[in-house]
């Protein structure tokens, strides 16, 4: 992509365009005395007061590790072996934090997000092929949230599960209507929605009193001990690691304007990572007192051969019974806020998702409550048809379904986001850190590998347990091994392709200056401050 002749002559580069490093050598910099730039007054500010100004990305994103679909795999995993996985949960969130944290930095960095940077770096096929599984996958993660949001619904107002899909659909386009008011708006009322989950399941702990010991040493002390111990383990790690939550971060921190110098973006992704990992502390906190909560009235000496059966099949519709003894008939009201407080900030998550996937990877041009209003269709049609026709028990299996979905679409986000913030030709020198890369690719693989195992061998054994008579059972065999070897190449492909595209980060101009914290100045003087995207989704981002 070439600059224009005036950037050229000015030496400025509009921070909505990513230009190549050869181009940018030729542009000159305008860094002489009359030019230079006093430090940015946001440099100037109190640390406390910069990083109050970066809060409400991490808990947006946070959203989706303390969604119905979570809750399902916490609940099973309680109600099946105690306490004993908790530690899964540990090491699936620290995994969480790094990729989020990576995420947040190649937005930062580059001044462009995920999609955009898979637009510009693949083929036109893989762009299209990344694209849409893209989509799948935020259709896919929408599906246990608006299930279980209609979930909460049923429970408080006896209602159809049908009718609170489209509840949940059309609530969920009114609290986005806030857009106009500004994020940060938004930001507060997914704030607020994540402490009321927080008192719920804290108010639940606190009455059930598990046992402080058991609970520690199931964080600290891995095992996989009973039946199915390693099938919840892989569930409980793959409903943490989602794949939208890449696009949607990398793109939220795009609304924070961030000065010029390696000291304004080292700051920034250094206050994003604070956010990220309190944000991300709260989800572990839930998440533990879900497990907890489950695994104490599930293993009680006690139990009603009632709830025994009830906790061999435990789903977020028929988990309300666990407080029943506790607190009574006010114990599903509880557990049903709690649910509908997770379950509709999750959908507002993913319909900002889904906008950012549109506009990052298509650059379509559309106007806001269109684009909403689309990408809430798309994501609710699934649900609102399975509900429709199986009811409960069809809205309880498609949460199983969708979660399977989100395993094979991982890497088809993970990869490409390892593979550019390790890159110096996109990241410059913000790109990873040597152990970063080390761990974050050894987790990456690893999970990816879990995954592709996990699937591979569920069809397999589904298979081969099938009712379907033989011939049935090998012509899907035919079908279906063909595709998961091209899942494998393609999976090869996106690990071992070598980039072709190189992105200028923003303090790659005059980095001489940028080390010692001088801001880089248009023809102007005026202070150049990147990367600020008021195109994104058309949301009036704050000042």
């Known amino acids: 992509m070439e600059i224009t002749r005036e950037e050229r002559?000015?030496?400025?580069?509009?921070?909505?365009?990513?230009?190549?490093?050869?181009?940018?050598?030729?542009?000159?910099?305008?860094?002489?005395?009359?030019?230079?730039?006093?430090?940015?007054?946001?440099?100037?500010?109190?640390?406390?007061?910069?990083?109050?100004?970066?809060?409400?990305?991490?808990?947006?994103?946070?959203?989706?590790?303390?969604?119905?679909?979570?809750?399902?795999?916490?609940?099973?995993?309680?109600?099946?072996?105690?306490?004993?996985?908790?530690?899964?949960?540990?090491?699936?969130?620290?995994?969480?934090?790094?990729?989020?944290?990576?995420?947040?930095?190649?937005?930062?960095?580059?001044?462009?997000?995920?999609?955009?940077?898979?637009?510009?770096?693949?083929?036109?096929?893989?762009?299209?092929?990344?694209?849409?599984?893209?989509?799948?996958a935020v259709v896919a993660a929408d599906i246990p949230e608006v299930i279980g949001t209609a979930f909460a619904l049923n429970i408080l107002f006896h209602i159809p599960i049908w009718v609170g899909v489209l509840i949940t659909g059309s609530s969920t386009l009114l609290l986005l209507g806030l857009q106009r008011y500004g994020v940060r708006k938004l930001e507060f009322i997914i704030s607020m929605l994540i402490l009321v989950m927080a008192a719920c399941f804290f108010g639940e702990m606190g009455y059930i009193k598990p046992p402080a010991g058991e609970v520690i040493k199931g964080l600290f002390v891995p095992k996989l001990n009973g039946d199915g111990a390693t099938a919840d383990a892989i569930a409980l790690l793959g409903s943490l690691v989602m794949p939208h939550n890449l696009f949607l971060h990398s793109a939220l921190v795009l609304s924070r304007k961030t000065p010029a110098s390696v000291k304004g973006l080292n700051d920034t992704c250094r206050f994003f990572l604070i956010e990220s990992g309190f944000a991300l502390f709260i989800a572990l906190l839930i998440n533990i007192a879900v497990v907890s909560v489950s695994g104490t009235v599930c293993k009680a000496r006690d139990l009603s051969a009632d709830n025994a059966e009830k906790c061999s099949n435990l789903t977020v519709d028929s988990a309300s019974f666990l407080l029943k003894n506790v607190l009574g008939k006010s114990g599903s009201t509880v557990y049903a806020i709690a649910l509908l407080a997770s379950g509709q900030s999750s959908t507002i998550t993913g319909t900002y998702a889904g906008q950012y996937v549109m506009q990052g990877f298509l650059n379509i041009k559309m106007k806001k409550w269109q684009q909403n209003l689309m990408t809430r269709c798309i994501a609710i049609a699934p649900s609102l048809v399975v509900s429709i026709i199986g009811g409960t028990a069809g809205a309880g299996r498609l949460i199983i379904i969708a979660s399977m979905i989100l395993s094979f679409d991982l890497p088809f986000a993970l990869i490409p986001l390892l593979k550019f913030s390790s890159s110096s030709t996109k990241m410059g020198p913000h790109r990873n850190s040597i152990w970063i890369i080390i761990i974050s690719w050894l987790l990456g693989l690893m999970i990816v590998s879990i995954n592709i195992y996990f699937l591979s061998t569920s069809f397999t054994d589904w298979l081969l347990k099938s009712s379907l008579p033989k011939a049935g059972r090998v012509i899907i065999g035919i079908v279906v091994f063909p595709l998961m070897a091209i899942y494998i190449i393609a999976v090869g492909y996106l690990t071992l392709r070598k980039d072709t595209i190189t992105f200028a980060p923003a303090s790659y101009k005059a980095p001489v200056e940028m080390e010692k914290g001088v801001h880089i100045c248009s023809g102007d003087g005026e202070n150049e401050v990147v990367p600020y995207r008021e195109d994104l989704a058309d949301i009036p981002f704050p000042e």
């Open 9 to 136: 002559e000015t030496g400025k580069v509009s921070s909505k365009r990513v230009a190549s490093i050869d181009e940018l050598n030729d542009a000159p910099v305008p860094i002489d005395d009359e030019n230079k730039c006093k430090l940015d007054e946001q440099l100037q500010a109190p640390r406390w007061k910069r990083f109050l100004a970066h809060i409400g990305p991490g808990f947006l994103v946070s959203m989706a590790y303390i969604d119905p679909g979570n809750f399902e795999t916490d609940l099973q995993a309680g109600a099946n072996h105690k306490y004993e996985l908790l530690w899964v949960i540990l090491i699936g969130l620290f995994f969480a934090l790094i990729i989020q944290s990576l995420a947040a930095n190649l937005g930062v960095v580059t001044g462009r997000h995920l999609a955009e940077i898979c637009k510009s770096e693949y083929p036109t096929f893989i762009r299209y092929c990344l694209w849409l599984l893209a989509e799948l």
